[in-house]
């Protein structure tokens, strides 16, 4: 697997994420206006969007929240609010939250585009790791990966072009347990798919194609 992936990774020809132009829309414009204020501004709204990201997805009524587009007003302005409530803190670290912050889930809410918040989340986070010299890569496999294998991977991984251009790696590992097996390793908007499923797919259409 470490070998395929060696080989890929080290090669121009990587495959491309499919992604939202939706969401990356908001997510320049989000990026854009915090990194005008100041780079502090731009670390503040990150750190806002990452604990609301994480809020939607640890909470089932923020996730159902955000994924509803028939709510009424009334029920955006009170699910906004549990939203910003997540992002202001508890205790001595609580604090405001931005108006970049606000008028960007003002804006998603009004437009009907709540449902584009992780995307938006993702893009505007991928741009900022851009801006920091970072490159951001997500390994996804269907059990947490042990240490030795995560070592070796960070290793094969510094081989690759992208990771020679940036000033530091960031690997984060996802664990999906649809993968079956193997690993599908996203580059920012790139992305390789060494997964045990995608190689059933292949044959289910290749068996498909034969018959």
Same mark, same amino acid.
């Given at each position: 697997?470490?070998?395929?992936?060696?080989?890929?990774?080290?090669?121009?020809?990587?495959? @491309? @994420?499919?992604?939202?132009?939706i969401?990356?829309?908001?997510?320049?414009?989000?990026?854009?206006?915090?990194?005008?204020?100041?780079?502090?501004?731009?670390?503040? $709204?990150?750190?806002?969007?990452?604990?609301i990201? !994480?809020?939607?997805?640890?909470?089932?009524?923020?996730?159902?929240?955000?994924?509803?587009?028939?709510?009424?007003?009334?029920? @955006?302005?009170?699910?906004?609010?549990?939203?910003?409530?997540?992002?202001?803190?508890?205790?001595?670290?609580?604090?405001?939250?931005?108006?970049?912050?606000? !008028?960007?889930?003002? $804006?998603l809410? !009004?437009?009907? @585009? *709540?449902?584009?918040?992780?995307?938006?989340?993702?893009?505007?986070?991928?741009?900022?790791?851009?801006?920091?010299?970072?490159?951001?890569?997500?390994?996804?496999?269907?059990?947490? *990966?042990?240490? &030795?294998?995560?070592?070796? *991977?960070?290793?094969? *991984?510094?081989?690759?072009?992208?990771?020679?251009?940036?000033?530091?790696?960031?690997?984060?590992?996802? $664990?999906?347990?649809?993968?079956?097996?193997?690993?599908?390793? &996203?580059?920012?908007?790139k992305?390789?798919?060494?997964? $045990?499923?995608?190689?059933?797919?292949?044959?289910?259409?290749?068996?498909?194609?034969?018959?």
């Amino acid at each position: 697997m470490l070998s395929s992936l060696r080989s890929t990774a080290v090669s121009a020809g990587l495959g @491309r @994420r499919a992604a939202s132009t939706i969401a990356l829309k908001y997510s320049n414009a989000t990026y854009s206006a915090a990194l005008a204020k100041s780079p502090q501004v731009l670390n503040k $709204v990150q750190a806002e969007l990452t604990v609301i990201s !994480n809020s939607i997805k640890e909470l089932p009524e923020l996730k159902a929240f955000v994924s509803n587009p028939t709510l009424s007003a009334k029920e @955006r302005n009170a699910g906004l609010a549990a939203i910003f409530a997540r992002a202001e803190g508890t205790g001595a670290k609580k604090e405001p939250v931005s108006d970049i912050t606000k !008028n960007l889930f003002a $804006v998603l809410s !009004n437009n009907g @585009r *709540l449902g584009e918040t992780q995307g938006v989340i993702e893009g505007f986070n991928e741009l900022v790791s851009k801006y920091k010299g970072e490159l951001e890569v997500v390994v996804t496999s269907a059990a947490p *990966l042990p240490k &030795d294998i995560s070592s070796r *991977l960070e290793t094969v *991984l510094k081989q690759s072009q992208a990771a020679q251009q940036a000033k530091t790696l960031k690997i984060t590992n996802k $664990v999906n347990p649809s993968v079956l097996g193997g690993i599908v390793v &996203d580059f920012g908007d790139k992305s390789i798919d060494l997964s $045990v499923s995608s190689r059933i797919n292949k044959l289910n259409n290749l068996l498909i194609q034969s018959v």
